[in-house]
């Protein structure tokens, strides 16, 4: 009996060591965890360009699923995320940020700031990201602050998102950039201009 | 020693399985949440569905983009005897047809900037026809994006988006090929 007993306490334990550990190296538990994976780097800009293809790995397949369902194969569109400032400082509502970049190796470009929960924060500013289409060709810049900031130019507002990231969409992708991205992105900047305590 | 070799194999063999289990069915499972998410936010089942432009408020999916127009339609080809007929209406900026399954696998997408596009989608298992996709799974989403970045421009795209069409319609029957 007591031998069964000792059987069946494994059976439970292992079980839950495996679904936690699944879940967690998914990305799936807890709720929050950082977003930047994926095999590609390009200045602390991370993708998986396996992302919404039947070659991506388990978990990369999980993550997405959680994080980003419906996402695009890479031939459409890649997907880079970025967590940090340029000092490896996580980002945050309580500071102020200027992002700044130039012209992108795709047909159109975004990048759209999303909380821990992988949503929209719940402001009402309609200024939650920055496209091609808004800034033209050549270098660009914005504000990523909570506070419209005066003076205008481009706002990315970070009112109510807590810790966020930024993604960066790529559309029709030029085939150099899937092939060597760290040779043909030059990735958006994020320089911590100030913080509140 | 011998005592607990036996249950700390059970440990392993076990945690080992469940973990495999939790990541080959986690997709599935959030693939087929969402759809009965969607499907209580009236996504249709095989009509496209005019859009809110999306905003904190109006988001429906994890990571959805502000500046474009999403059109989805959910589509159930379990009777092997239907397909599902698409078109995309013309869109003179970035447009495109996206196709996925239960599992989460963006199995084909059709871009058509400037263009309509007309395409049908067929059961698992059919065989291969000029202008078809076959759907490895019965179950899944069709989504339209159109570049829409301002109010003005996803106006627009509403408006086009009316003659898009997702459909499910009725086929002849998919018999297997013969063997050799």
Redesign the interface.
Known sequence: MRGAL??L???V???????G???WL?G?WPEGRSLAFGNVDVGGWRSDFAI???AAD??T??R??????????K??AVYFTRVTDDMGAPLREACTYRLSGGAMPA??W?I?L?DA????????D?A??L?A??VGTGAWEAIISPERPAGGGHWISSRKAGAFDL?L?L??PETALLAEPNARLKPPQIERLECEQ | MKRWL???L???????????????F??SL??SR?MTALAERGVGLHRFTPPAR????S?Q???????LYYALCRYDLGNSATRVALTMAAWPD?Q?L?F?DA????FA?L?GSGKAVSVTLLPPGSPPRQGAIITPTSKG?I?IRR?A?SAEDFAKAAQVGAGDQCRLVAGERVNSPPQP
Not at chain 1, 13 to 19: D, M, R, T, V
Request: hydrophobic share 40%.
């Open positions: 000792r059987y306490g494994r059976v334990a292992g079980s839950l060591l495996g679904l550990s699944a879940l998914a799936l919404g293809s039947k388990p978990y397949r999980a997405v699923a959680r994080h980003g369902l419906l996402a695009l194969a031939s459409e047909g159109w975004s759209t999303y929960r992988s949503m929209l924060p719940a402001n009402t309609n939650l990201s496209d289409s808004r993604t969409r559309y029709m | 036996g249950p700390m059970v440990l392993l063999v076990c945690a080992a399985g469940a973990h495999a289990l939790t990541l080959h986690a997709p959030i693939m969402a999306v905003t904190p408020q988001q999916v994890v990571r959805s983009s502000p500046d970035y495109s996206s996925f599992r989460t696998d963006n997408t871009r989403v989504l570049l970045p």
